[in-house]
């Protein structure tokens, strides 16, 4: 069974930090699309930093230079650093994997949320002020 499953989500206060983790099992992170995507409650979701080529990362303006996603290949696991967590990073994190596309850019996943096509059941990230 094809699965992804996301932790370590939490609460924490302004400018604290978190890693985020995505398990992959019955498939291979590596050279497709995969992303990190987040729901804020009565917000549709928004992808927030995505991953080509297992190296080539791309970021929303909003978290660049406060957040990283990187690919742990031993482990088949992608993560997500956040550090200098804002209140409006309060959200549902999901991961995702675009398993029938493969792209040069990580900002070229980034745009294309639609082809997901593998999801998490989310972690829930809480900032408070």
């Known amino acids: 069974q094809i699965r992804l499953v996301e932790s370590g989500g939490g609460s924490v206060q302004s400018g604290g930090s978190l890693r985020l983790s995505c398990a992959a099992s019955g498939y291979t992170l590596s050279r497709n699309c995969l992303a990190w995507l987040r729901q804020a409650p009565g917000k549709d979701s928004e992808g927030i930093a995505a991953i080509a080529e297992a190296t080539n990362a791309g970021y929303v303006d909003f978290v660049n230079g406060r957040f990283t996603i990187y690919l742990d290949n031993a482990s088949n696991t992608l993560n997500l650093q956040m550090n200098s967590l804002k209140p409006e990073d309060t959200a549902m994190y999901y991961c995702?994997?675009?398993?029938?596309?493969?792209?040069?850019?990580?900002?070229?996943?980034?745009?294309?949320?639609?082809?997901?096509?593998?999801w998490g059941q989310g972690t829930q990230v809480t900032v408070s002020s």
């Open positions: 995702a994997a675009a398993t029938t596309l493969a792209a040069d850019s990580g900002n070229t996943c980034l745009r294309l949320k639609g082809k997901y096509n593998l």
